[in-house]
C-alpha cells in the first residue's frame, strides 16, 4: 500500500535497511534504494514515494537540501533523517523543513520500524481527513457535467454496463431518471459552416444551443446531452411527473422541440435539422432509439437543411435488419487491437447467440460475420509485420475462399478456431519478445555486476526503469534488487573457491566496498560467513 525510498551514501547501510524490516508486515509494498540525493530525486521522478528515509551528510546534495527539494515537488512525501550528527543546528533546520522524524546512529531496526509505523498511521489518518475535505467536492462537482457526457454517450452507443453499477453512478451523478420510465431523444445536426471559426468561439455556439434546449424543456422535462460521433448533438428527454399526467407529451414535446430549432436561429443565426426518437424505455431502449433517429437523417433528410421529423409512426416491418452486436462497441477490430482476447471471445459469443435468435437471413449474416472476421484478423497481423498464411498455414485457403455451402454450426466452429489460433500467435510472439528482452537483461547483469543498477539496465535496453522493474517482477517473481544480490552471493561462492583471494578482494569483485557489509549479506544468505564457507572447503 505504501512505499518508501532509503537514501545514504553508504551503499551497506541502505542494503542492510532495506532487508533489516518486516516491510510487508507494516504496509509497505515497495522499498527503494538510492545511493545519493540526485538518484533519489531520479527515481522519484518515477516512483510514487510516500517515505524518505535519508542521511544528512552524504557527497554532493545533502539530506536536507534533498528533502527541501522533495517539500517543493511531492509536498505529502514524508521525509525522516538517521544521522550520526548530534547537533542542534542539523535538528533545527529539519524542523523547518518539516521532517517527520529525527533518528540519530546508530538506529536500532525495532526504534526505526516504531517510528515509521507511527508515520504511516499518520499518513493514513491525512488521507480520510483529505478524502473529506470540501475540494475534493468541488473538484467532483466540476467534472460532473463531463461525466453525465460520457455516461450518455456510452448508453447510446450501446455499451454494456451492469444495471447496479449504471444505478450507482445515475445516484452519483445526481440525475433525475427513472429507470424503465419512457423517454425519448432529440437529435440535433448543426447545419452552419463553423470551419474558419476558433475552437472558442465554436464551443461558446455549441454552448448556448445546448444552453436553449436544456431551458426550452426544463419547466416539465428532464434532460441531459452529449456529443456523438458524428458531432451531432444528442439529447436524452423524461417527463418530470411523479404521477401519470393526461397531457399528450409527444405534441408538448414536439412543439418545445420546434420552439428550440427557432429560438437557436433568431438567437444565434444558425441553421439545425432535429429528429425526435419515438419513445422508449430508459436506459434498455436508448440504443435503438439512437440509430433509430440516424437512419432518419440518412433515408428522410439527407442535406435538406432546418429540417424537422418526429418518428411516431409504426416502424416499417423489414424482412432483414442488421446484427446489433456485431457493430456494438467495442466492435471485433477495436477489440484485437488492443488484444483483449477475453473480450474478443466473449463477443463472438454474443454475436452467434444472437445470430441464433435471428428468425431470417442467416445465411446474409453468415457472409457479414466471416467477411467482418477476416478483416480483423488481416488488419491486427499486417500490423505486426506478418502475412495470413504465416498464421494460419493451410487453413488459409478455406479462410479465403468461404463455402457456400455453410451453415450456423460451420461457420460458428470455423470462427472460434480461427481465434483460438490468432490468439496462440499472440501469446507466443508476447512470450518471445519478453524471453528475448529477459535473456538480454540477465546478460547485462552478469556481465556488469559489480556496478549493476535499474536505471543502467533501463538505458541498456531503452526501456523505463519502471517497466524494467514490474517486469523482471512478474518474470521472474523476485525484486530487481533481490535478483542482483542473489546473482552477487552466487559469484561470491564462486570466487570464495579461490584460496589466494582475501574476503576484502571478493567483496570488492561483486561491488562492495566494505567487507563488513558484504560479510554481513553472505551470512543472511547462507547462514555462515564467508571465512567459515572458505574453511569448510
Not at 553508504?10 to 518486516?22: M, R
Not at 409512426?313 to 477490430?333: D, G
Request: hydrophobic letters at 40%.
Amino acid at each position: 500500500m505504501y512505499e518508501i525510498l532509503i537514501v545514504d551514501d553508504h551503499t551497506h547501510l541502505v542494503d542492510s535497511l532495506a532487508i533489516g524490516l518486516p516491510w510487508e508486515q507494516m504496509g509497505i509494498t515497495n522499498v527503494y534504494k538510492a545511493y545519493s540525493g540526485e538518484e533519489a530525486l531520479e527515481l522519484l521522478n518515477y516512483r510514487s514515494v510516500d517515505i524518505v528515509v535519508t542521511d544528512i551528510q552524504m557527497n554532493g546534495m545533502t539530506g536536507l537540501q534533498l528533502i527541501a527539494r522533495i517539500n517543493q515537488k511531492w509536498k505529502n512525501t514524508k521525509a525522516v533523517i538517521i544521522t550520526g550528527f548530534d547537533e542542534f543546528q542539523y535538528a533545527q533546520e529539519a524542523i523547518q523543513h518539516q521532517v517527520c522524524d529525527y533518528l540519530l546512529k546508530p538506529v536500532s531496526n525495532e526504534e526505526l520500524e516504531q517510528t515509521l509505523r507511527s508515520i504511516i498511521d499518520k499518513i493514513t489518518k491525512e488521507g480520510n481527513e483529505l478524502l473529506n475535505q470540501q475540494k475534493f467536492v468541488y473538484r467532483f462537482q466540476e467534472s460532473l457535467p463531463k461525466l453525465r457526457e460520457l455516461l450518455l454517450f456510452d448508453l447510446i452507443s450501446g455499451k454494456k454496463t451492469p444495471l447496479s453499477d449504471l444505478k450507482d453512478k445515475i445516484h452519483l451523478y445526481g440525475l433525475p431518471f427513472s429507470f424503465e420510465k419512457d423517454a425519448i431523444l432529440l437529435c440535433m445536426r448543426v447545419e452552419e459552416d463553423y470551419s474558419n471559426t476558433d475552437l472558442y468561439s465554436l464551443s461558446l455556439i455549441e454552448y448556448a444551443m445546448i444552453n436553449i434546449v436544456e431551458e426550452v424543456f426544463s419547466n416539465q422535462f428532464h434532460v441531459m446531452h452529449c456529443k456523438d460521433a458524428h458531432d451531432y448533438l444528442v439529447f436524452l428527454v423524461q417527463d418530470n411527473y411523479v404521477e401519470p399526467s393526461d397531457n399528450d407529451s409527444s405534441a408538448i414535446m414536439e412543439d418545445l422541440a420546434r420552439l428550440s430549432q427557432h429560438q437557436i436561429k433568431l438567437y444565434l443565426k444558425s441553421k439545425v435539422s432535429i429528429v425526435l426518437s419515438n419513445w422508449g424505455g430508459f436506459p434498455k431502449d436508448l440504443s435503438s432509439l439512437y440509430y433509430s433517429t440516424l437512419s432518419i437523417y440518412t433515408d428522410y433528410i439527407g442535406y435538406q437543411t432546418e429540417s424537422f421529423f418526429h418518428v411516431r409512426q409504426k416502424k416499417e416491418a423489414f424482412e432483414i435488419q442488421p446484427l446489433a452486436e456485431l457493430y456494438r462497441s467495442q466492435t471485433l477490430l477495436e477489440l484485437i487491437d488492443i488484444e483483449q482476447w477475453t473480450a474478443f471471445e466473449d463477443k463472438l459469443i454474443r454475436i452467434f447467440d444472437e445470430l441464433e435468435g435471428a428468425s431470417s437471413g442467416a445465411r446474409e449474416f453468415g457472409v457479414e460475420i466471416y467477411v467482418t472476421l477476416l478483416q480483423a484478423y488481416s488488419y491486427y497481423l499486417h500490423k505486426k509485420g506478418k502475412r495470413i498464411f504465416e498464421v494460419f498455414g493451410r487453413d488459409i485457403e478455406k479462410m479465403l475462399k468461404i463455402d457456400s455451402s455453410w451453415s450456423l454450426e460451420p461457420l460458428k466452429d470455423w470462427a472460434f478456431s480461427s481465434y483460438v489460433q490468432i490468439k496462440a500467435y499472440s501469446d507466443s510472439r508476447l512470450d518471445n519478445i519478453r524471453s528475448n528482452l529477459m535473456e538480454r537483461i540477465r546478460r547485462f547483469i552478469q556481465e556488469n555486476i559489480k556496478v549493476i543498477t535499474l536505471q543502467a539496465v533501463a538505458d541498456h535496453v531503452n526501456l523505463h526503469p519502471v517497466y524494467i522493474s514490474n517486469l523482471f517482477k512478474q518474470e521472474t517473481g523476485e525484486n530487481f534488487s533481490n535478483f542482483v544480490l542473489r546473482l552477487r552471493m552466487e559469484k561470491a561462492v564462486q570466487l570464495l573457491k579461490h584460496k589466494d583471494l582475501k574476503i576484502s578482494q571478493v567483496a570488492h569483485e561483486i561491488g562492495y566496498q566494505k567487507p563488513q557489509y558484504f560479510i554481513k549479506l553472505f551470512k543472511v544468505q547462507y547462514g555462515m560467513t564467508p571465512q567459515e564457507f572458505k574453511n569448510s572447503l
